[in-house]
Every structure is written in C-alpha cells, then in structure tokens.
C-alpha cells in the first residue's frame, strides 16, 4: 500500500486554486481507499517526503514551481514516483511561446502572434502589430493570470507592462472571435470535448473560477465528425511538447471554421468546476476513480 503525498499550494500566482484542487485530489484519493495526505511545498522542504515515508506523489500544484519541470526535476532526483508529465514535458507546456512554435513546426494550427520581451515594444512595433484586436498574455503563467484584450495601441502598451510584471517574454496573440473548447487527455486518450460560453469578453480567470454564469456544454455541440477532428488534433499537439499521462488542451473554432489551438495544461484544475473531471463524468469516471486512475500512471 502507497503512501501518497499530495502535492498543493506552492509558491505560483496559482496558489489559490492549486490549494482547492489538492484538497479535491486529497478527497478524492481517500475515498478510493488511498493513505494520501496533503503535502505543501511552501510550508515544508521537499526532503520530507523521503523523511516521512511517502513514496508516490500526486502533483496538484499550478504554475511556476509545479507545473514547469521544477518539481518534476526534484522528484526525480528524489527518485520518487509522480504524477504526469516529465520534466521536458512539464517545462514546454508551461512556455506558451514555445508551445506555439514547436506547433507551427510540426503544421498544428494555432493563431498568428509576436514576441515581446520585456522593454522591448516601442510604438513602431506596437503600431505593426495593432491592425485588429490582439490577446496578451504573459508566456509562462496559468489561469488566464496576466491576460488582457487589446484594441487600441495604448491599451496593447498598457497591457504589455501589466504581463512584463509578471513574465520577462510576453506573447502576443492575434486576437481569434469564435468559440472555445478543451479536450481532456487521459491515459493517451482524448475525453468528450467541452464547449464554454461565458458572458465576459473572453473565458478569464473570472469565469473560470468565480461566475455563476458561465456554462460547460457536453455534449460540445460541434457535428460528430469536427468533434472527433478536434480530439485528434488535440492529442497530437499534447503529444508535440512531450506531455503525458493526463492534461488538457484549449482551441478556438474561428471566424473561418477552422481550429486553433491555444495551449497545453499538464496539471489542469481539479476543483468543482474543472474540467477534466466533467469531461471524465460525461464517460461514466467519478471524481475518485479518475483521480486514482491518474495516480495509477505514477512513474
């Protein structure tokens, strides 16, 4: 019987939401019979799980530290077993900048964009780059922290400084009307693809985690045929940057008809409105066994 830590908290801008999914997790584990325990990297050193006798961890952390090969890295010097994606895996999926060129490489479609690091857009590059409404965001951060609509060169300008204080690359991305989709990955397989609608400019950190309103459509409302074309595209762009185990792809369907894809979560929320956990219930997968299935998959 394994004695299982469950990683949450940490130091990310994330920590809210990781503290909430951990306890999930933590639930969830206990209820499948589990011996796990919450384990906060923030309030103890990570020799404490050797200390403590845990020898599988299941990775709840968001964010820098947790979700960009950090802690991979530890645990695999620790030797211990995890949850997930490796360290290359975790590292690339972080990087929204580098997520996008290995897609662009490789054929995935994604949105046009430009880099920006930090200081370094003057008003002839934001002039070049505001013909239409842009997305901002800063390269290495989660839960739509950080990103902002831009329509005019004063709020890209604007929007650029509020993202440079929290990364030293920013990306911006053509700004794409259209709806938006996940695709659950787990185990190497796609789940029911999710559409949400919300009624905010766009699915932020607000709607994700505080709204009332917004809604998770499964079945997704795509025709059977664009629904499968977007779970294999999706499995292919989680599979471009190195991802395993389990995680969570976002695109949009644009003005055009055709998908693009966003980016690549490899510890995706696990709170009451996540949704990996509502594309597993769609086949049947209870919160506990989906996360012992996960866990399962520890190496």
Request: glycine letters at 10%.
């Amino acid at each position: 019987m394994s004695k299982v830590a469950v990683l949450l908290g940490g130091h990310s801008a994330e920590r809210e939401i990781s503290l909430l999914s951990g306890q999930a997790v933590l639930r969830g584990l206990l209820a499948g019979g589990i011996d796990a325990h919450a384990f906060d990297p923030a309030e103890r050193p990570l020799e404490d799980l050797h200390r403590d006798g845990f020898d599988k961890v299941f990775i709840a952390l968001h964010g820098r530290g947790g979700e960009d090969g950090t802690v991979q890295g530890a645990l695999e010097w620790l030797q211990i077993p995890y949850t997930g994606s490796r360290v290359l895996g975790s590292a690339l999926a972080m990087d929204k900048v580098r997520t996008k060129q290995i897609w662009q490489s490789l054929g995935l479609p994604t949105a046009d964009f430009w880099i920006i690091h930090k200081g370094l857009l003057d008003d002839q590059l934001a002039a070049d780059i505001m013909t239409g409404p842009v997305m901002v965001k800063p390269s290495r951060e989660g839960s739509s922290i950080g990103m902002k609509k831009a329509s005019t060169v004063q709020e890209l300008k604007d929007a650029v400084a509020e993202a440079e204080a929290l990364d030293d690359v920013v990306l911006v991305e053509r700004w794409i009307s259209g709806p938006e989709f996940t695709v659950g990955i787990l185990d190497g397989q796609p789940l029911p693809v999710i559409q949400m609608k919300t009624p905010n400019g766009f699915y932020d950190y607000d709607a994700k985690y505080k709204s009332n309103t917004t809604q998770y459509l499964i079945p997704c409302g795509l025709p059977a045929d664009q629904e499968e074309a977007l779970k294999a595209m999706a499995l292919k762009a989680f599979d471009a940057v190195g991802a395993e185990g389990w995680g969570r792809v976002d695109a949009m369907l644009d003005e055009h008809g055709q998908f693009q894809l966003l980016e690549v979560n490899t510890v995706p929320g696990m709170t009451e409105k996540s949704l990996v956990p509502k594309a597993a219930a769609a086949t049947g997968l209870d919160f506990s066994t989906l996360v012992c299935r996960i866990l399962a998959a520890a190496r």
